[in-house]
């Protein structure tokens, strides 16, 4: 069987990536025309420039189920990326070694009824990790510009205070 090589032009990946480049950017709340963002000051630029972008849960779940760790990775969530795409390319080597295992074991019914078994349930988990990495990508992506700043915060230490001896604990402070 010849191999025949993939032009880079016509690969999936590439035109996917392409398309997201390309895509429309929406039109902001403080408007979009061309003379307003011309009249638009260097200050109102710049403070528009540190404020986070808006992202798109939807766009975040699709990228998420087309390639693994790709919505994490448009959530600015690189640890997470490299995580879910390290599962899946787990399971996806579990599959294949299970598929492989049941195929030299034709003969033995019972060791292939096994590792069919044990393959088919990889696929179940594979399925469970697309899920929860849709499911992460999409409230990563709503939550995004939630501020988490000082009125919200969760920390875990050592709590002390004057009357008793440090002890580990975990501390809630909200601010209203």
Known sequence: MKVRPIAWQTSPLFVLLLATYLAPVPATAGGSDFHHQLSMSSREDSARAKTPR??????????????????????????????????QGTLVGMAVHYNNRAKRSLTDSDAHEFYVDKRNQTFWFMGGVTLLSM???????????????????????????????????????ASF
Do not use: C, E
């Open 54 to 87: 808006k992202k798109s849960p939807n766009g975040a779940m699709l990228r998420s189920l087309l390639f693994p760790g790709w919505g994490q990775l448009y959530n600015h969530q690189p640890i997470k990326a490299v995580l879910v795409l390290a599962a």
């Open 135 to 173: 499911l992460d990508a999409y409230i990563d992506a709503y939550l995004f510009d939630f501020d988490a700043g000082p009125d919200l915060a969760l920390q875990a230490g050592v709590l002390s205070n004057q009357t008793s001896p440090p002890a580990l604990g975990i501390s809630l402070r």
